[in-house]
T-cell receptor, first 116, second 113 residues
Framework: GAVVSQHPSWVICKSGTSVKIECRSL??????MFWYRQFPKQSLMLMAT?????????EQGVEKDKFLINHASLTLSTLTVTSAHPEDSSFYIC????????????FGPGTRLTVT | AQTVTQSQPEMSVQEAETVTLSCTYD???????LFWYKQPPSRQMILVIR??????QNATENRFSVNFQKAAKSFSLKISDSQLGDTAMYFC??????????FGAGTRLTVKP
Protein backbone atom coordinates (compact mmCIF):
# COMPACT_ATOMS: atom_id res chain seq x y z
CA GLY A 1 0.00 0.00 0.00
CA ALA A 2 0.92 3.64 -0.29
CA VAL A 3 3.13 4.98 2.47
CA VAL A 4 3.30 8.49 3.84
CA SER A 5 6.00 9.51 6.29
CA GLN A 6 6.30 12.49 8.58
CA HIS A 7 9.36 13.96 10.17
CA PRO A 8 9.92 14.55 12.97
CA SER A 9 7.54 12.33 14.90
CA TRP A 10 7.92 14.48 18.00
CA VAL A 11 9.38 17.94 18.41
CA ILE A 12 9.75 20.28 21.35
CA CYS A 13 10.47 23.92 20.69
CA LYS A 14 10.61 27.12 22.67
CA SER A 15 7.96 29.78 22.42
CA GLY A 16 8.74 32.27 19.67
CA THR A 17 10.73 29.91 17.50
CA SER A 18 9.69 28.25 14.26
CA VAL A 19 9.46 24.56 13.53
CA LYS A 20 9.15 22.71 10.25
CA ILE A 21 7.31 19.42 9.75
CA GLU A 22 7.87 17.35 6.62
CA CYS A 23 5.37 15.08 4.94
CA ARG A 24 6.58 12.70 2.24
CA SER A 25 4.83 10.24 -0.02
CA LEU A 26 7.30 7.39 -0.31
CA UNK A 27 6.03 5.26 -3.14
CA UNK A 28 3.62 7.41 -5.10
CA UNK A 29 3.27 10.91 -6.42
CA UNK A 30 0.92 13.07 -4.42
CA UNK A 31 -0.63 15.91 -6.33
CA UNK A 32 -2.56 16.95 -3.25
CA MET A 33 -1.60 16.88 0.40
CA PHE A 34 -3.69 17.79 3.41
CA TRP A 35 -2.67 19.02 6.83
CA TYR A 36 -4.79 18.25 9.86
CA ARG A 37 -4.56 19.25 13.47
CA GLN A 38 -5.79 17.03 16.28
CA PHE A 39 -6.16 18.06 19.90
CA PRO A 40 -6.28 15.36 22.58
CA LYS A 41 -9.41 13.24 22.43
CA GLN A 42 -10.76 15.25 19.53
CA SER A 43 -11.25 14.70 15.84
CA LEU A 44 -9.04 15.73 12.96
CA MET A 45 -9.57 19.29 11.85
CA LEU A 46 -8.46 20.20 8.35
CA MET A 47 -6.06 23.11 8.34
CA ALA A 48 -5.16 23.41 4.69
CA THR A 49 -4.99 21.71 1.34
CA UNK A 50 -1.87 21.97 -0.76
CA UNK A 51 -1.48 21.17 -4.42
CA UNK A 52 1.94 20.69 -5.93
CA UNK A 53 3.30 23.90 -7.37
CA UNK A 54 0.54 26.17 -6.15
CA UNK A 55 -0.40 28.05 -3.02
CA UNK A 56 -2.14 26.20 -0.25
CA UNK A 57 -5.82 26.71 0.46
CA UNK A 58 -6.43 27.37 4.12
CA GLU A 59 -9.56 26.59 6.09
CA GLN A 60 -11.44 29.41 7.70
CA GLY A 61 -9.85 30.46 10.97
CA VAL A 62 -6.39 29.08 10.15
CA GLU A 63 -3.72 31.78 10.06
CA LYS A 64 -1.83 31.38 6.81
CA ASP A 65 1.04 33.54 8.02
CA LYS A 66 1.46 31.38 11.07
CA PHE A 67 1.14 28.00 9.41
CA LEU A 68 3.21 28.15 6.24
CA ILE A 69 2.65 25.30 3.85
CA ASN A 70 4.87 24.50 0.91
CA HIS A 71 4.26 21.73 -1.60
CA ALA A 72 7.31 22.07 -3.81
CA SER A 73 7.38 18.58 -5.27
CA LEU A 74 5.07 15.65 -5.91
CA THR A 75 6.45 13.81 -2.90
CA LEU A 76 7.04 16.50 -0.31
CA SER A 77 4.95 19.02 1.57
CA THR A 78 6.12 21.01 4.57
CA LEU A 79 4.27 22.76 7.36
CA THR A 80 6.16 25.48 9.17
CA VAL A 81 4.74 26.78 12.43
CA THR A 82 6.15 30.27 12.79
CA SER A 83 6.61 32.09 16.10
CA ALA A 84 5.19 29.11 17.93
CA HIS A 85 3.25 29.55 21.14
CA PRO A 86 2.12 26.99 23.72
CA GLU A 87 -1.39 27.00 22.25
CA ASP A 88 0.10 25.65 19.00
CA SER A 89 1.01 22.48 20.85
CA SER A 90 -0.94 19.74 19.14
CA PHE A 91 -0.74 16.63 17.00
CA TYR A 92 -0.32 17.41 13.31
CA ILE A 93 -1.21 14.83 10.69
CA CYS A 94 -0.66 15.00 6.97
CA UNK A 95 -2.32 12.94 4.29
CA UNK A 96 -1.59 12.57 0.62
CA UNK A 97 -3.76 11.83 -2.35
CA UNK A 98 -2.56 10.27 -5.57
CA UNK A 99 -4.16 11.74 -8.61
CA UNK A 100 -5.32 8.43 -10.03
CA UNK A 101 -7.51 7.62 -7.05
CA UNK A 102 -9.18 10.88 -6.24
CA UNK A 103 -10.97 9.72 -3.13
CA UNK A 104 -8.20 7.71 -1.52
CA UNK A 105 -6.09 9.50 1.08
CA UNK A 106 -3.07 8.00 2.80
CA PHE A 107 -2.20 9.29 6.23
CA GLY A 108 1.16 9.94 7.80
CA PRO A 109 1.91 8.81 11.35
CA GLY A 110 1.61 12.32 12.74
CA THR A 111 3.90 14.77 14.50
CA ARG A 112 3.51 15.75 18.12
CA LEU A 113 4.49 19.39 18.65
CA THR A 114 5.11 20.70 22.14
CA VAL A 115 5.85 24.38 22.58
CA THR A 116 7.36 25.34 25.92
CA ALA B 1 -21.55 22.03 3.69
CA GLN B 2 -21.11 18.41 4.58
CA THR B 3 -21.27 17.38 8.21
CA VAL B 4 -20.59 14.06 9.83
CA THR B 5 -22.14 13.13 13.18
CA GLN B 6 -21.08 10.36 15.50
CA SER B 7 -23.44 10.37 18.45
CA GLN B 8 -21.62 7.82 20.58
CA PRO B 9 -18.54 9.36 22.25
CA GLU B 10 -17.65 6.09 23.95
CA MET B 11 -18.62 2.46 23.66
CA SER B 12 -17.44 -0.79 25.12
CA VAL B 13 -17.87 -4.41 24.13
CA GLN B 14 -16.81 -7.76 25.48
CA GLU B 15 -14.21 -9.66 23.57
CA ALA B 16 -15.74 -11.90 20.87
CA GLU B 17 -19.02 -9.99 20.86
CA THR B 18 -20.43 -7.69 18.21
CA VAL B 19 -20.66 -3.92 18.38
CA THR B 20 -22.14 -1.32 16.07
CA LEU B 21 -20.90 2.24 15.78
CA SER B 22 -23.26 4.86 14.39
CA CYS B 23 -22.63 7.64 11.90
CA THR B 24 -24.93 10.01 10.10
CA TYR B 25 -24.01 12.63 7.56
CA ASP B 26 -25.59 15.50 5.77
CA UNK B 27 -25.08 16.25 2.11
CA UNK B 28 -26.98 17.29 -0.96
CA UNK B 29 -24.63 15.39 -3.24
CA UNK B 30 -25.55 12.09 -4.83
CA UNK B 31 -22.06 10.76 -5.47
CA UNK B 32 -19.60 10.57 -2.61
CA UNK B 33 -17.53 8.20 -0.51
CA LEU B 34 -17.78 7.20 3.11
CA PHE B 35 -15.05 5.76 5.27
CA TRP B 36 -14.41 4.36 8.69
CA TYR B 37 -10.94 4.97 10.08
CA LYS B 38 -9.39 3.47 13.17
CA GLN B 39 -6.93 5.44 15.27
CA PRO B 40 -5.19 3.25 17.86
CA PRO B 41 -3.05 4.68 20.67
CA SER B 42 -0.18 5.08 18.18
CA ARG B 43 -2.43 7.68 16.51
CA GLN B 44 -1.75 6.32 13.02
CA MET B 45 -4.93 6.58 10.98
CA ILE B 46 -5.86 3.19 9.57
CA LEU B 47 -8.51 2.70 6.93
CA VAL B 48 -11.02 0.12 8.09
CA ILE B 49 -13.58 0.16 5.32
CA ARG B 50 -14.94 2.38 2.58
CA UNK B 51 -18.22 2.65 0.75
CA UNK B 52 -19.00 4.30 -2.56
CA UNK B 53 -22.40 5.97 -2.43
CA UNK B 54 -23.41 4.70 -5.85
CA UNK B 55 -23.00 1.10 -4.72
CA UNK B 56 -26.06 -0.35 -3.06
CA GLN B 57 -24.22 -3.34 -1.66
CA ASN B 58 -22.82 -2.84 1.81
CA ALA B 59 -19.05 -3.06 2.03
CA THR B 60 -17.45 -5.86 4.05
CA GLU B 61 -13.86 -6.40 5.15
CA ASN B 62 -13.41 -9.56 7.19
CA ARG B 63 -14.93 -8.83 10.62
CA PHE B 64 -15.95 -5.32 9.64
CA SER B 65 -19.10 -4.48 7.73
CA VAL B 66 -21.22 -1.44 7.18
CA ASN B 67 -24.92 -0.74 7.00
CA PHE B 68 -25.22 2.00 4.43
CA GLN B 69 -28.64 3.62 4.25
CA LYS B 70 -28.35 6.32 1.60
CA ALA B 71 -31.84 7.74 1.95
CA ALA B 72 -31.44 8.01 5.70
CA LYS B 73 -27.85 9.26 5.31
CA SER B 74 -26.68 6.67 7.77
CA PHE B 75 -23.43 4.71 7.71
CA SER B 76 -22.91 2.41 10.67
CA LEU B 77 -19.95 0.12 11.29
CA LYS B 78 -20.41 -3.38 12.69
CA ILE B 79 -17.46 -5.14 14.23
CA SER B 80 -17.98 -8.86 14.71
CA ASP B 81 -15.98 -11.11 17.00
CA SER B 82 -14.40 -8.09 18.67
CA GLN B 83 -10.74 -8.42 19.55
CA LEU B 84 -8.62 -6.59 22.10
CA GLY B 85 -6.70 -5.01 19.22
CA ASP B 86 -9.89 -3.33 18.05
CA THR B 87 -9.64 -0.94 21.00
CA ALA B 88 -9.19 2.49 19.38
CA MET B 89 -10.87 5.69 18.31
CA TYR B 90 -13.07 5.19 15.28
CA PHE B 91 -13.80 8.05 12.92
CA CYS B 92 -16.47 8.17 10.28
CA UNK B 93 -15.46 10.29 7.29
CA UNK B 94 -17.13 11.75 4.22
CA UNK B 95 -15.41 12.53 0.96
CA UNK B 96 -16.94 14.15 -2.09
CA UNK B 97 -15.24 14.05 -5.44
CA UNK B 98 -12.13 16.15 -5.63
CA UNK B 99 -12.63 17.74 -2.27
CA UNK B 100 -11.20 17.06 1.13
CA UNK B 101 -12.31 14.57 3.72
CA UNK B 102 -14.48 15.55 6.67
CA PHE B 103 -14.43 13.60 9.91
CA GLY B 104 -16.92 12.97 12.64
CA ALA B 105 -16.07 13.60 16.28
CA GLY B 106 -15.12 9.98 16.81
CA THR B 107 -16.19 7.08 19.00
CA ARG B 108 -13.82 5.63 21.55
CA LEU B 109 -14.23 1.86 21.53
CA THR B 110 -12.93 -0.30 24.32
CA VAL B 111 -12.88 -4.06 23.96
CA LYS B 112 -12.93 -5.74 27.36
CA PRO B 113 -11.39 -9.16 28.00
Amino acid sequence: GAVVSQHPSWVICKSGTSVKIECRSLDFQATTMFWYRQFPKQSLMLMATSNEGSKATYEQGVEKDKFLINHASLTLSTLTVTSAHPEDSSFYICSARADRLVYEQYFGPGTRLTVT
Amino acid sequence: AQTVTQSQPEMSVQEAETVTLSCTYDTSESNYYLFWYKQPPSRQMILVIRQEAYKQQNATENRFSVNFQKAAKSFSLKISDSQLGDTAMYFCAFHRGNNDMRFGAGTRLTVKP
